[in-house]
Nanobody, 124 residues
Framework: QVQLVESGGGSVQAGGSLRLSCAVS????????MGWFRQAPGKEREGVAY????????FYADSVKGRFTIARDRAKDTLYLQMDSLKPEDSAMYFC?????????????????WGQGTQVTVSS
């Protein structure tokens, strides 16, 4: 049974930092591309960051470039999202996802497995 479990969300003031984690089980971590998505109330789910299954290749949404960093620890089967210089507009439910190849990295349809999400709230 595949499970992706996010943690690390919370409430923080603007300018602060959070590190999200996504524990992966039930699949071979290195066989899947991984991504972080977020969804705010009334908005579509949007891609935040992506890391290639082999590592070394990452993509970010323009809105988070230079502030967020995606990384994966294969030994721990864990995906991370380091979020610095947080802004109120970063407030959303954050999801990790695992998927195969094909399609844009930011297309949710590319991903086969999803976590339940962790809430991030940034106050001004």
């Amino acid at each position: 049974q595949v499970q992706l479990v996010e943690s690390g969300g919370g409430s923080v003031q603007a300018g602060g930092s959070l590190r999200l984690s996504c524990a992966v089980s039930g699949l071979t971590h290195s066989n899947y591309d991984m991504g972080w998505f977020r969804q705010a109330p009334g908005k579509e789910r949007e891609g935040v960051a992506y890391i290639y299954r082999g590592g070394g290749l990452t993509f970010y949404a323009d809105s988070v470039k230079g502030r967020f960093t995606i990384a994966r620890d294969r030994a721990k089967d864990t995906l991370y999202l380091q979020m610095d210089s947080l802004k109120p507009e970063d407030s959303a439910m954050y999801f990790c996802a695992a998927g195969g190849s094909g399609g844009a990295w930011s297309d949710p349809g590319r991903y086969n497995y999803w976590g339940q999400g962790t809430q991030v709230t940034v106050s001004s």
